[in-house]
């Protein structure tokens, strides 16, 4: 079974509108860490925003902000106010405190940001 | 700068090729981590190093791929008689401590192997 599911390959939404990323996860721990990241057309990973399974409150790192629905495992991210730099692939992923040394990636949505 | 870097950035392979991909972590990382990512998909993990110990390398797709950290800093991924179905964006990530749900995982700019 798929660890992490992103049912939508592509998105898009209209610059300084808020979107929102969909990631469901499948696990059997009661320890583990979610993740969002962003890869540009150039190739590089980087890091956004991080929830743990015990944080009672959702993460926000600036713009993103994570929705996490522990019950109906869903992590979904969400963007306020796009820009134009937004636009890129964004992957979400799961560690698993039994196995943290391995991350379990989804195949990511393409997000276009038009002006 | 201070960031993981990879070499080569491009490596292109005829089949049956050997080639080796060199990731050096940020300066004092404990874990390195390398993936795999197909076109149009997700980074799949292959293995992962604490300090000079390989902890995990399960997700290394046959025994034609090897990967080694033996000072516990630079690390190659060598593949062996290369396949078409290697061609794959190879990433690497270092983090500062023993690999943990919360760590931050700093990933380079991969090496794109194009096999022929």
């Known amino acids: 079974a798929q660890k992490i599911t992103q049912t939508q390959p592509g998105m898009f939404v209209q610059e300084k509108e808020a979107v929102t990323l969909d990631c469901t996860y499948d696990?059997?721990?009661?320890?583990?860490?979610l993740f969002w990241y962003k890869q540009p057309s150039s190739g590089e990973m980087i890091f956004l925003i991080y929830?743990?399974?015990?944080?009672?409150q959702n993460a926000t790192e600036g713009r993103y902000s994570l929705n996490f629905q522990k019950a109906r495992k869903s992590a979904n991210l969400v963007i306020s106010a796009s820009q134009l730099g937004d636009s890129a692939m964004y992957f979400c992923?799961?560690?698993?405190?039994?196995?943290?040394?391995?991350?379990?990636f989804g195949d990511g949505t393409t997000l276009t940001v038009k002006p | 700068g201070a960031g993981v870097s990879q070499s080569p950035r491009y490596k292109v392979a005829k089949r049956g090729q050997d080639v080796a991909l060199r990731c050096d972590p940020i300066?004092?990382?404990?874990?390195l981590f390398w993936y795999q990512q197909a076109l149009g998909q997700g980074p799949e993990f292959l293995t992962y190093f604490q300090n000079e110990a390989q902890l995990d390398k399960s997700g290394l797709p046959s025994d034609r791929f090897f990967a080694e950290r033996p000072e516990g800093s630079v690390s190659t991924l060598k593949i062996q008689r290369t396949q078409q179905e290697d061609s794959a964006v190879y990433l690497c990530?270092?983090?500062?401590?023993?690999?943990?749900?919360?760590?931050?995982?700093?990933f380079g700019p991969g090496t794109r192997l194009t096999v022929l």
């Open positions: 992923a799961m560690r698993e405190n039994t196995n943290a040394g391995k991350s379990t």
């Open positions: 929830q743990g399974s015990y944080d009672e």
């Open positions: 300066s004092g990382h404990v874990s």
């Open positions: 696990t059997s721990d009661q320890s583990y860490g």
């Open positions: 990530a270092s983090s500062q401590d023993r690999a943990q749900v919360y760590n931050e995982q700093f």
